[in-house]
């Protein structure tokens, strides 16, 4: 995977065959008390390799649009005007940047059902954000949330509830945990492959080296715990790549074995 072009809210890389398109939806800033050991209480001490906003954890918020030039899938929405206003909700500005038409946006697949992954497939002034949207993939345990401003979508909703093919080269693979409905999305391109998630890691600094940490809003901790192990001795075979909506943006990176856990190396600089 290689970068070939970013700005200030954008990443993309070609990925063999495909372009992966990093989109920066803006941030959120959450207290450490959010971090819990394997018991569920807070964590003692906060790591001296965690930096901190002030008092809190400054948590990237990022979307992924995926294409081979004729298809394309959206990977999370963002936040649009829904939460945390005005730090995210720049998922639009993301996608003009790098030269996406939304209105050429039919299919979306969400990670799961929190307000910064799905709230932007409605932009702020009340209008669907994708004119043309044909299909949102969504775990199955996570569809409850196409009410009120979401109504508009919930005929379009495809609820995943096993492994399933989106097209060729793009498959949802259910990792529930964080919630009932938690969902990562594998691309595959000839030269390897690349798992896109969503909320298995809050805290880079901390998740990899110390993958058994979980966070306050996992509606299971000891199955999101399962989840996150599973991924990263996923990740660590050959040509293998993660995408994740809370990496520092733009979030793309390879996965190593590191002592008891794993290190993170990024693909391309976070964006300041």
């Not at 050991?37 to 003692?44: A, F, I, K």
């Not at 995210?88 to 992954?117: F, S």
């Not at 949207?133 to 996570?142: M, N, P, S, T």
């Not at 192990?229 to 190593?256: E, K, M, N, W, Y």
């Amino acid at each position: 995977m290689r970068l070939i072009s970013r700005g200030r809210h954008h990443a993309t890389f070609e990925f063999g065959d495909l372009q992966v398109i990093s989109l920066r939806d803006g941030y959120i800033d959450m207290p450490p008390t959010r971090l819990r050991d394997e018991d569920g209480r807070p964590l003692d001490e906060l790591p001296a390799a965690v930096p901190l906003a002030g008092d809190n954890l400054r948590l990237s918020v990022n979307a992924f649009f995926v294409t081979d030039g004729t298809r394309s899938v959206l990977i999370d929405t963002g936040a649009s005007n829904a939460w945390h206003d005005p730090t995210m909700g720049l998922i639009y500005d993301a996608l003009d940047e790098a030269g996406v038409d939304r209105a050429h946006v039919t299919d979306v697949a969400i990670t799961h059902k929190h307000e910064d992954h799905v709230s932007g497939l409605i932009a702020p002034d009340g209008s669907e954000a994708f004119t043309k949207l044909e299909r949102v993939w969504i775990g199955a345990g996570d569809t409850s949330v196409f009410t009120g401003r979401l109504e508009p979508i919930r005929d379009r909703v495809v609820p995943v509830s096993e492994k399933v093919a989106i097209n060729d080269w793009a498959t949802a693979i259910p990792t529930p945990g964080h919630t009932p409905g938690h969902t990562v999305y594998e691309v595959r391109s000839g030269t390897g492959h690349l798992l896109v998630w969503g909320d298995t890691v809050h805290v880079p600094t901390l998740q990899f080296a110390q993958p058994n940490v979980s966070w306050e809003l996992d509606g299971n901790q000891p199955q999101a715990r399962a989840a996150r192990a599973a991924l990263l001795q996923r990740l660590t075979r050959p040509h293998h790549f993660v995408a994740g909506a809370h990496l520092d943006s733009p979030g793309i990176a390879r996965v190593t074995p590191s002592g008891d856990g794993y290190a993170l190396e990024y693909l391309a600089p976070p964006i300041g």
